[in-house]
């Protein structure tokens, strides 16, 4: 069964500090990873990753794939109050001409001033 | 300009009514979803459609029931609401093809009493 997990589940900081959250996956047939935030609303895209070792890269935001070990990560650098969210990651997997996403149960970032 | 939109963005009602979700997406993608969040934030695929043909049909209930009328369009029918049917109904869209970024609606508070 493919499955994403994230970890941590939660996770206190205080603003300035740098933070990385984790995300492994066991899919079939593997396309893509996507990395979203999720606030109240929506989730918002962040980045979506194909190719191992590329970093992306937006502002304080990072995120890379290593997909010989299958998982990736999201740093967040010099944290702040507004970054607290719900961060979820989401594989793209599955044949046919669309995949399926699923989504791992999202990592809590709270970011105390 | 709301790329993902979806209404009503709250809805409160009685167990055992009918209830509709409207969906409409002006990106021009050729597949639709719909997602449902628990109370965990946990984000799980119900539906897609790819021109007007059901791709993915996760294990939902037979009361839920989506319609498209057109490629633009991707309505969810509640039938005979139950108590546990709470929570928010994400509606998505994305271009045809593998790979391809998922754009999601503000998402659609269901509530039933």
């Known amino acids: 069964e493919d499955k994403v997990v994230q970890s941590p589940l939660s996770l206190v900081v205080h603003e300035g500090d740098t933070v990385t959250l984790n995300c492994s996956y066991e899919?079939?047939?593997?396309?893509?990873l996507l990395w979203y935030k999720q606030e109240k609303k929506a989730p918002t895209f962040l980045f979506m990753l194909?190719?191992?070792?590329i970093e992306k890269k937006s502002g304080r935001l990072s995120s890379i794939l290593d997909k010989k070990e299958l998982f990736s990560i999201l740093n967040i650098t010099a944290t702040q109050t507004g970054d607290s969210a719900i961060y979820l990651c989401a594989v793209e997997a599955g044949g046919g001409s669309q995949g399926n996403l699923i989504f791992g149960k999202g990592t809590k970032l709270s970011v105390k001033p | 300009d709301t790329a993902v939109s979806q209404t009503p963005k709250y809805l409160v009602t009685q167990m055992g009514n009918d209830k509709s979700i409207k969906c409409e997406q002006n990106?021009?993608?050729?597949?639709m979803y719909w997602y449902k969040q628990d109370s965990k934030k946990f984000l799980k695929i119900m539906f897609s459609?790819?021109?007007?043909?059901?791709?993915i049909n996760e294990t939902v209930p037979n009361r839920f029931s989506p319609k498209s009328p057109d490629k633009a369009h991707l309505n969810l029918h509640i039938n005979s609401l139950e108590l546990g049917d709470s929570a928010v109904y994400f509606c998505?869209?994305?271009?045809?093809?593998?790979?391809?970024?998922?754009?999601f609606g503000e998402g659609s508070w269901l509530t039933v009493v």
């Open positions: 998505a869209s994305s271009a045809r093809g593998a790979g391809n970024t998922i754009y």
């Open positions: 990106l021009g993608h050729d597949t």
């Open positions: 459609y790819n021109n007007k043909e059901l791709i």
């Open positions: 194909t190719s191992s070792g």
């Open positions: 899919v079939t047939n593997f396309r893509s």
